[in-house]
């Protein structure tokens, strides 16, 4: 009987290594894997972002991007807005940062979307307002991902002073090692309403200047398509990837 005992004893021994060793392997492959919540992005912009009049935040680019992509996105901003331009309540981005975002858990992603308002500005003062912002984010979430949305255009070739804008924040992102995406030099929109040209009248309004739904859901499949070129579709998955290439 003793032996017999001793070797139920040995046999329950080995049973409870094998599960053990079993658990750890699952808990690995669990971390190793795809996350099972989705990123969390949040994007803050101008009117392009937050939507204006009829089309709300949940019909712009910020929102079916997420749609795309799978992302739990937060959606920021206001109408007006940019780095410097104050808008109509007296809101710049730093400003809606942390009326709208600051005081929220770390997300996974940040993007700064706008500078279309800001044209009138001084290009060196957007530079300063683009750092001081991002620096804000990166002290407050270390760990988040930022990026850089340069602006947008409706129908027509951009004016000078919103091509320097461009090129602000474009100097602003590179400074802070921030990836850059400029619809500009992509040319996501092309030609203009007036003369038929391009791609704009079927994806511009008619006031000239915002999407309209068509170019909403345009400007997320171009967004999308940068994102994944960048690695950053998943930023979870980006900064995982990022890690094993540097260990």
């Not at 190793?32 to 939507?51: C, E, F, H, K, Q």
């Not at 780095?83 to 730093?94: Q, R, S, V």
Request: proline content about 7%; some cysteine.
């Amino acid at each position: 009987m003793n032996k017999r005992h001793a070797l139920v004893a040995l046999v329950l021994a080995l049973m409870a290594v094998l599960t053990g060793c079993s658990a750890d392997k699952a808990a690995q492959a669990e971390s190793d894997g795809r996350p099972r919540s989705p990123s969390v992005v949040a994007i803050l912009g101008d009117s392009y972002t937050a939507g204006i009049g009829s089309t709300t935040k949940d019909q712009t680019y910020a929102a079916f991007t997420a749609q795309k992509l799978g992302w739990q996105v937060v959606v920021a901003g206001q109408a007006g807005t940019g780095l410097l331009a104050p808008g109509h309540d007296d809101n710049t981005f730093e400003r809606l940062y942390e009326k709208q975002l600051a005081w929220r858990p770390a997300p996974d992603m940040v993007v700064i979307s706008g500078g279309h308002n800001d044209w009138p500005y001084p290009p060196s003062l957007e530079q300063t307002a683009a750092t001081r912002l991002m620096s804000k984010m990166r002290q407050r979430w270390p760990s988040t991902h930022l990026l850089m949305l340069g602006p947008m255009w409706g129908s027509g070739e951009p004016r000078t002073e919103a091509l320097a804008i461009r090129d602000a924040l474009k100097a602003a992102a590179k400074q802070e090692s921030v990836p850059f995406i400029d619809p500009l030099a992509e040319k996501w929109i092309t030609g203009s309403r007036d003369s038929g040209t391009g791609n704009a009248p079927q994806y511009i309004l008619q006031d000239d200047t915002h999407p309209n739904p068509a170019g909403h859901r345009y400007f997320a499949d171009r967004l999308a398509t940068d994102l994944r070129k960048l690695g950053l579709a998943d930023p979870v998955l980006g900064q995982d990837a990022r890690r094993v290439q540097a260990g």
